[in-house]
């Protein structure tokens, strides 16, 4: 009933920049919390930033100052400004979003992620 779709990933030499963006679609009340998620090879998926409906943001500390969470409320887009990249930060990102839809209970809904490489 929900579908994430992202876009914008690539290859960027350090030092670079990248903008993700995610769109919502389907049947959808309303959208509340929604968040960039990004898991590296061998790792754990990390929580990068998220974004309220209101717009209170919070980021992990390894992209504070670098990335830029912004979303379009009556469009259901959410982005992610990327810059001053490094290999560390190589990852698939995922877009997630807690979503209501009419009648059902509001859950979270994942993309299938966009590949982003930092690599001289």
């Known amino acids: 009933q929900v579908q994430l779709a992202e876009s914008g990933g690539g290859l960027v030499q350090p030092g670079g920049s990248l903008r993700l963006s995610c769109v919502a679609s389907?049947?959808?009340?309303?959208?509340?919390?929604m968040a960039w998620y990004r898991q590296a090879p061998g790792k754990e998926r990390e929580l990068v930033a998220h974004?309220?409906?209101?717009?209170?943001?919070e980021y992990v500390e390894s992209v504070k100052d670098r990335f830029t969470i912004s979303r379009d409320n009556a469009r259901n887009w959410v982005y992610l400004q990327m810059n001053s990249l490094k290999p560390d930060d190589t990852a698939v990102y995922y877009c997630?979003?807690?979503?209501?839809?009419?009648?059902?209970?509001?859950?979270?809904?994942w993309g299938k992620g966009t590949l982003v490489t930092v690599s001289s």
């Open positions: 997630n979003a807690e979503v209501h839809v009419l009648g059902l209970t509001p859950r979270k809904y």
């Open positions: 389907g049947r959808i009340n309303n959208m509340n919390v």
């Open positions: 974004i309220t409906t209101r717009g209170s943001i």
